[in-house]
C-alpha cells in the first residue's frame, strides 16, 4: 500500500512542478521537457543497471520513444495556460478514454454499467471544457488532451513488456534527442532560471525516474483492474496540491467535473465477477435408480 501510495503521489508531483516551473520560476516549456526527460532518463539508467548488478541490454523502441515524446512535450506546453487539477483531469479523462477505445476496438463488449460510467466521464470533460468565463483555455485543453492519448498509446504498447523498467528507460533516453530538437527550434524563446531548472530535474529524476521504478514495484501487488482504479486518485492529490502549494482556486466547474470523470471513469472500469452456479444440495440431486433385485 505505501509503495502503491507513493506512486501516485509522485505522478501528481510531475504536475505540480511543471506548473511551478513554468508560473513563478520562469521556465520554458521546452527547456523543462528537455531537463526532465534528461534527467530521468538517466535516473532510470541507474536504477536499472543498480537493480540487476551489471549491464543490461539497451531496450525499447523508437516508436515508444516517439509516443513519449508526443506526451512529454505538449504535457509541459499545456500547463503554460492550465491549473494543475484541470491539466490533470483532462490528461486522466484522456488516457482512460484512450485504452476504453482500444478496448472496444479490440472486440471487449462493455456493460451497462461501463456505458453509463463512460457517458458520464465524457460529459465530465465536455463541461470542464465547455466555453465560458471559467473555461480553461482551448489550446492548453487540446495540447493536454493530445498529451493524453499518447500516453495512453505508450501504455497500451508497453503491456506485457518482459522488463518494463529496462524498456521505460530506453525509451527515455531516445525520447531525450528529440526534446533537444525541440529546445533548438525554440531557442528565441528560452527563458532559464534556476529554480525552474531544480523543479524540472525533480520532475525527471524523481517524480518520473523514481516513480516509474515504485509504481511497477506496487504492481506485483495488484491486480489489473485495482491498478486502473488506484489511478483515480491522481487529478485528486494533484488538485489538491494546485491548491495548498501554489494557491489555486478550487471553482464549481473543476468540482462537477471532477466528480463526473472521476466517478464515470470509475464505473468504466468495473468488472462484474461471473456470477458462479450454486451447487445444489445432495437432497436436490437426481439419485440414481436403485438396480433392480434379481
Not at 533537444?180 to 524540472?200: P, Q
Request: charged content about 10%.
Amino acid at each position: 500500500m505505501t509503495l502503491t501510495a507513493s506512486a501516485l503521489a509522485a505522478f501528481a508531483a510531475n504536475s505540480l512542478f511543471c506548473r511551478s516551473a513554468l508560473g513563478k520560476a520562469a521556465l520554458d516549456p521546452a527547456s523543462f521537457s528537455s531537463i526532465r526527460l534528461a534527467s530521468g532518463a538517466a535516473t532510470l539508467l541507474l536504477i536499472t543497471l543498480s537493480t540487476r548488478r551489471g549491464s543490461v541490454g539497451f531496450r525499447g523502441s523508437w516508436g515508444s520513444a516517439a509516443l513519449l515524446f508526443l506526451y512529454a512535450v505538449p504535457f509541459s506546453y499545456a500547463y503554460v495556460d492550465l491549473g494543475v487539477g484541470t491539466g490533470a483531469l483532462i490528461l486522466f479523462g484522456a488516457v482512460q478514454a484512450t485504452m476504453l477505445t482500444a478496448a472496444m476496438s479490440s472486440g471487449e463488449r462493455l456493460q451497462l454499467v461501463q456505458w453509463a460510467g463512460l457517458t458520464l466521464a465524457v460529459g465530465g470533460v465536455v463541461y470542464l471544457v465547455s466555453p465560458g468565463l471559467a473555461a480553461p483555455a482551448p489550446i492548453g485543453c487540446a495540447l493536454m488532451t493530445t498529451a493524453g492519448v499518447a500516453w495512453g498509446v505508450y501504455s497500451l504498447r508497453g503491456r506485457g513488456a518482459s522488463d518494463p523498467l529496462a524498456e521505460t528507460a530506453g525509451n527515455f533516453v531516445r525520447a531525450v534527442p528529440m526534446t533537444i530538437l525541440v529546445s533548438i527550434v525554440t531557442a528565441s524563446h528560452v527563458a532559464w532560471n534556476a529554480t525552474g531548472a531544480l523543479l524540472a530535474v525533480l520532475s525527471g529524476a524523481l517524480a518520473s525516474g523514481v516513480g516509474y521504478a515504485v509504481w511497477y514495484a506496487a504492481l506485483t501487488g495488484l491486480t489489473a483492474a485495482q491498478a486502473a482504479s488506484v489511478q483515480l486518485a491522481v487529478p485528486v492529490i494533484a488538485a489538491a496540491g494546485g491548491v495548498i502549494f501554489l494557491l489555486e482556486p478550487i471553482t464549481t466547474r473543476l468540482l462537477l467535473s471532477a466528480m463526473l470523470i472521476l466517478g464515470g471513469v470509475g464505473l468504466a472500469l468495473a468488472r462484474r465477477e461471473p456470477r458462479r452456479r450454486r451447487p445444489r444440495p445432495p437432497e436436490a440431486r437426481p439419485q440414481p435408480e436403485p438396480a433392480a433385485r434379481s
